[in-house]
């Protein structure tokens, strides 16, 4: 599966505690980050992360473009609730297009645990099944 991690800067702590603590499930799947976030989780934990861009400066619209190809799996994104970010817009859409294709979005470490373990338990099968029917062509709907 392919798993996105993004943390707000208040939050890369939580996010380094939570990768370090699941990384042996999450070792088993090809991880993607925005660059910070990413940089810091391979750094703590020797994961291999594939890092994009910064958030504010397009990390988030890319891993968007991926969410729109339907090739993320499940998202984690530790948001800071507390502080406003330049880049609220790309968050907002990343949020957005995670519910468009059906993708498994944690936006807290209560709801993030709970998904990696789901994923380990085989409950995130369902996007295979997803991918098959948003694979179909328009003209099929
Ligand atoms: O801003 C972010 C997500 O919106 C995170 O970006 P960084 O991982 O580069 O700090």
């Known amino acids: 599966m392919n798993i996105a991690l993004i943390a707000h800067d208040r939050k890369k702590k ?3 505690n939570l990768t370090t603590a699941y990384k042996r499930i999450l ?20 994961l291999d992360v594939h890092c994009f861009k910064s958030g504010p400066l397009g990390g988030d619209q890319q891993i968007g473009a991926l969410i ?26 990343l949020i957005r ?3 468009v294709y059906e993708v498994p979005l944690a936006t807290n470490v209560g709801t993030a645990e709970a998904l990696i373990r789901g994923l380990a338990a085989g409950f995130l099968d369902f ?3 997803v991918k098959e029917e948003l694979d179909k062509p328009l003209s099929s709907y």
């Open 14 to 16: 939580t996010m380094v």
């Open 68 to 93: 729109s190809e339907n090739k993320m799996d499940l998202i984690i994104f530790l948001r800071d609730p507390l502080a406003s970010q330049p880049h609220e817009p790309d968050v907002n859409a």
């Open 97 to 99: 297009l995670s519910d």
């Open 27 to 46: 070792k088993s799947h090809t991880l993607y980050a925005t660059g910070t976030t990413g940089h810091r989780i391979m750094e703590a934990t020797g």
């Open 127 to 129: 996007r295979e099944i």
